[in-house]
């Protein structure tokens, strides 16, 4: 996920947004969902947070092709909470988060639910 892509190209230069940022927008507009506890990720990212570095696209894969976005978010729900109706939030809050703050369109955003919360 270091890729940039470039926005616009403007009179006196272009601004470009790496996949990281994308990544960044998705998964914070995804915790903003009620019943979703984290995004789950991958052991490195686990070992990475024990150490202190705070990672905001763990659990994330952005693919982007043409100004076009794909997302993937892998996601820890709560339990009790209904699977489907969260996912559909998290779907619609993050294609609207990206799209409103980069001006990419959003083709899809694929939602992972690796685990369920038990504990309050």
């Known amino acids: 996920m ?14 470009n947004i790496a996949d990281d940022v994308i990544g960044v927008i998705g ?3 995804a915790a903003e969902i009620e019943g979703i506890k984290a995004l789950s990720g991958t052991f490195s990212e686990e070992m990475m947070e024990i150490m202190g570095k705070k990672n ?4 994330v894969r952005v693919e982007m092709e043409d100004n076009v976005v794909q997302i993937d978010l ?3 729900v709560d339990y009790g909470t209904k699977i489907h109706e969260i ?4 779907q619609e809050n993050v294609k609207l988060a ?4 980069t001006g990419f369109e959003v083709k899809s955003v694929n939602v992972f639910v690796e685990g369920i919360n038990t504990k309050n």
């Open 2 to 15: 270091a890729e940039n892509m470039i926005i616009d190209a403007y009179k006196h230069g272009k601004v």
């Open 27 to 29: 998964s914070i507009a």
């Open 56 to 59: 905001f696209n763990k659990g």
């Open 74 to 76: 892998s996601v820890i």
């Open 87 to 90: 996912a559909k939030m998290v």
């Open 98 to 101: 990206i799209e409103s703050m």
